[in-house]
């Protein structure tokens, strides 16, 4: 089993930047992708970004690229996303994930999920 809870979420105006902070603990070495994705009332969870644990390969939603940097600390065991100019779209609750076979953006493709961190911008 493997756990991850996030952090670092909140309220920000337009413009401004979060770093949201996903913890995980359990069986990490059974990891080989972690993820942000996010979902906003009454929309699809989408992926924001993933990156694989040796950090060979990122991926990036097309809404994330150039103002998200997804990164890790795998001596913490801890997955990071910077977000910056942040846009009211983004508002959302964001989940931090992992999964043990692949890598992407697509959520049905995680095993391991986090219980969310909510992300407002306001305009």
């Known amino acids: 089993q493997v756990q991850l809870v996030e952090s670092g979420g909140g309220s920000v105006q337009a413009g401004g930047s979060l770093r949201l902070s996903c913890a995980a603990s359990?069986?990490?070495?059974?990891?080989?992708?972690m993820g942000w994705f996010r979902q906003a009332p009454g929309k699809e969870r989408e992926g924001v970004a993933a990156?694989?644990?040796?950090?060979?390969?990122?991926y990036y939603a097309n809404s994330a690229k150039g103002r998200f940097t997804i990164s890790q600390d795998n001596a913490k065991n801890t997955l990071y996303l910077q977000m910056n100019s942040l846009k009211p779209e983004d508002t959302a609750m964001y989940y931090c994930?992992?999964?043990?076979?692949?890598?992407?953006?697509?959520?049905?493709?995680?095993?391991?999920w986090g219980q969310g961190t909510q992300v407002t911008v306001s305009s």
């Open positions: 359990g069986y990490i070495e059974r990891i080989y992708c």
């Open positions: 994930a992992a999964d043990s076979l692949s890598c992407s953006l697509g959520p049905r493709n995680y095993r391991y």
């Open positions: 990156i694989t644990r040796d950090g060979s390969r990122a």
